[in-house]
């Protein structure tokens, strides 16, 4: 969702696009996006968490240098809006954008962007009707029309709301937070315990959203992933998880990805247990079969 605009905006507008790795850990550091901006940079945008290690950026730190720099500062919400709290100025933010059908648990099809003072001039990459001033013959500049373009999602919205509503009702953002990390953090621990599975930037004592991705040795994540989806009822998402530079970064991206566990409000300790008893019984498989690390 990020790779593919900045991508189109080298190859259509001769935009230069500066990437800067994570280390070993899953984590960037802000001295490097600081040493990274150059006197014509015009924007700075980092994925809040990671939807592959999950790991949570220090995003505050980072859109502090930012404001130094004097160079804008976009946060990519998608996985971190509805599990993790949100301060857009506490961040340094001066734009977030958020999806609605992940941990804000809206249906598909619903997201939204929060603009800031600093960001106020962004110019509208379409135009379109907005239902007001409708002789004017170009897209009203005022918000929030100014980025809204037809009719809209009314369905989704009123979805957005009622997962809003449901948040609430189960003790908010930082009580969900607590459920899903304490099944995630059983999930690794069984996982680690396995001897032939190997986990990525899976530190959930640090800055992480429930979410890591693993493999079992000799075994494709995607073949991985079937065995337990069909032998033991487990779903899990295996393969690059469309962010092929993560899996290049923790070593991945040439054996096809990896195989995610993502703990959400409704799962269980059971339902960590059962997961974990499925793997086990999928690498002692591996370990029989005399599979082995690539």
């Not at 999930?187 to 429930?210: A, K, M, Q, W």
Request: charged share 20%; net charge negative.
């Amino acid at each position: 969702s990020v790779l593919r605009p900045l991508y189109l905006a080298e190859r259509e507008r001769g935009a230069s696009v500066t990437f800067v790795p994570f280390d070993g850990k899953g984590y960037v550091d802000p001295a490097e996006i600081g040493r990274a901006i150059r006197p014509n940079t015009k924007l700075v945008i980092v994925n809040h968490g990671s939807n592959v290690i999950g790991t949570v950026q220090p995003v505050s730190e980072i859109g502090r240098i930012c404001r130094e720099k004097d160079v804008l500062f976009a946060i990519d919400a998608a996985q971190t809006a509805g599990v993790v709290p949100i301060d857009v100025k506490a961040m340094n933010a001066d734009v977030v954008c958020f999806t609605g059908h992940k941990s804000l648990l809206a249906p598909p099809g619903t997201g939204g962007m929060y603009i800031g003072e600093r960001a106020a001039g962004l110019e509208p990459c379409r135009a379109g009707g907005t239902g007001v001033k409708s002789a004017l013959k170009e897209q009203v500049r005022e918000y929030p029309w100014r980025f809204e373009f037809g009719t809209l999602n009314s369905l989704g919205v009123a979805g957005l709301l009622a997962g809003q509503e449901w948040i609430a009702a189960h003790g908010g953002v930082q009580s969900i937070c607590e459920h899903e990390m304490a099944v995630a953090r059983r999930l690794r621990e069984g996982l680690s315990e396995i001897d032939n599975v190997t986990l990525f930037c899976s530190d959930l004592t640090r800055d992480h959203l429930p979410v890591f991705v693993f493999n079992v040795d000799g075994m494709n994540a995607s073949q991985t992933g079937t065995m337990l989806d069909v032998d033991h009822d487990v779903i899990t998402r295996t393969g690059l998880h469309c962010a092929p530079l993560v899996h290049v970064g923790i070593g991945t991206f040439e054996v096809d990805g990896a195989v995610r566990f993502s703990a959400g409000p409704f799962n269980t300790m059971d339902d960590a247990e059962i997961a974990i008893r499925a793997v086990r019984e999928i690498a002692d498989f591996a370990r029989k079969k005399g599979f082995r690390k690539a």
